[in-house]
């Protein structure tokens, strides 16, 4: 892999002094590069990597429900070019990682990418965001190569009601991985998409869960991210109501604010259970100040916004020879200068959906 070390040391480079981070005489490694930083000042650390967008579920709120054009096979990034993204990523600074999809593991050898993941990079936080049907055998792995948290997304606990959000009759799987997650002593957080006239009627299930598991279960408000989804103003649920509702049942405790651990959920301990409630408000109440994460398509687009449509393309610079690990970390650089408040564009937006790409092809 290409070492980047900077010509002139000693001059520092235009980030350590803008950034204030310290000029390069005071940094102990001379060729470590100054962090990533977005032109709002935000430092990037987290990188939500797509391995692929396709499922095998049909989530009404995350496809459209018109036939799906998959990503054509030559277009999708090879593993050793996402680890090699990863590389350069984890130089630039990003220490935690997270697969997505489509479903991950709906990618042939997903488990030897995670386990090269590892071997190459073991000091990387590896996460995982899986709608956990295919999940039960790769949970060993998981242990072995250090997955610390799985996110599960699991919309409703009754059985005909998943069946409907998701097209599929998936959802005794999901619960067998979820429990055999717990056994590993892998922790589990569970994303519920909360949906008006669709989930908003079962808060017992969603209360008992957290009462009797030691999850945290985090809602999340519906966001209007490409065209066909269900989404529309009725089906909005937002966090402040689902909180009202959950609180006619269960005393919520706030927890102490970690942002790095909780990332955007507001989370909340439930008087007497094993488990916490959380809300991740992505539409009512924006967390945009504290984004410190880009996300790349398994196409090989660097988006640097869930809400931005602008994408970075870099797979011919991977597949260029003649394109160095500089070469890339210098588009990077430049689209972190370009990388806006999302809740600009929300605010900002002229009809329901934020955003064209349908969420499966970014990977939340
Ligand atoms: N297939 C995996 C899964 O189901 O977790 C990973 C991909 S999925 C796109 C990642 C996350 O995005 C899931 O937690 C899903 O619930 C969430 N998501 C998808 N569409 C959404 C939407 N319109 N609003 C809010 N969350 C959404």
Redesign the pocket.
């Known amino acids: 892999m290409q070492a980047d070390v900077n010509p002139f040391p000693l001059l520092g480079n235009r980030h350590d002094v803008e950034e204030g981070v310290g000029t390069a005489c005071e940094r102990a490694d001379f060729s470590a590069p100054a962090p990533l930083v977005d032109g709002h000042g935000r430092v990037v650390r987290y990188l939500r990597l797509s391995v692929t967008d396709r499922?095998n579920?049909r989530?009404m709120?995350?496809c459209s429900n018109a036939r799906q054009t998959c990503i054509p096979h030559t277009q999708v990034l090879r593993y050793e070019e996402m680890a090699r993204m990863v590389g350069i990523m984890a130089r630039l600074g990003v220490t935690k990682v997270r697969l997505?999809?489509?479903?991950?593991f709906a990618r042939k050898g997903c488990d030897g990418f995670l386990y090269m993941l590892h071997s190459r990079f073991p000091d990387m936080d590896l996460r995982l965001?899986?709608?956990g049907t295919l999940l039960e055998p790769h949970i060993p792995l998981l242990r072995q190569v250090g997955v610390k948290a799985v996110?599960?997304?699991l919309?409703s606990f009754d059985r005909e009601t998943f069946a409907k959000v998701t097209g599929r009759d998936m959802q005794p799987a999901v619960l067998s991985a979820l429990d055999r997650l717990l056994s590993a002593g892998i922790r589990v957080k569970v994303?519920a998409?909360a949906m008006r006239g669709v989930n908003d009627g079962q808060m017992d299930d969603f209360v008992h869960a957290v009462r009797t598991m030691p999850i945290d279960l985090r809602f999340?408000?519906?966001?209007?991210?490409g065209s066909g989804?269900l989404?529309n103003a009725g089906t909005f649920w937002p966090a402040a109501d689902i909180r009202a509702e959950a609180e006619r049942r269960v005393r919520l405790v706030p927890e102490k604010e970690d942002r790095a651990e909780a990332g955007p959920a507001r989370m909340f301990r439930v008087k007497g259970g094993k488990g916490r409630l959380g809300f991740i408000t992505?539409v009512s109440c924006h967390f945009c100040g504290s984004c410190n994460r880009l996300r790349l398509t398994s196409d090989g687009n660097l988006r640097t916004c869930l809400f931005d449509d602008r994408e970075y393309a870099l797979r011919h610079f991977l597949r260029d020879p003649a394109m160095t690990d500089a070469d890339i970390e210098r588009t990077i650089r430049k689209a972190c200068t370009e990388k806006p408040v999302g809740a600009e564009l929300l605010a900002n937006r002229s009809g329901d959906e934020v955003a064209a790409r349908q969420?499966?092809g970014?990977?939340?």
């Open positions: 499922c579920l989530c709120y995350c997505t999809g489509g479903e991950p965001t899986t709608n996110n599960l997304s919309d994303n998409v999340i408000e519906f966001m209007p991210m989804t989404w992505a969420m499966v970014i990977g939340g």
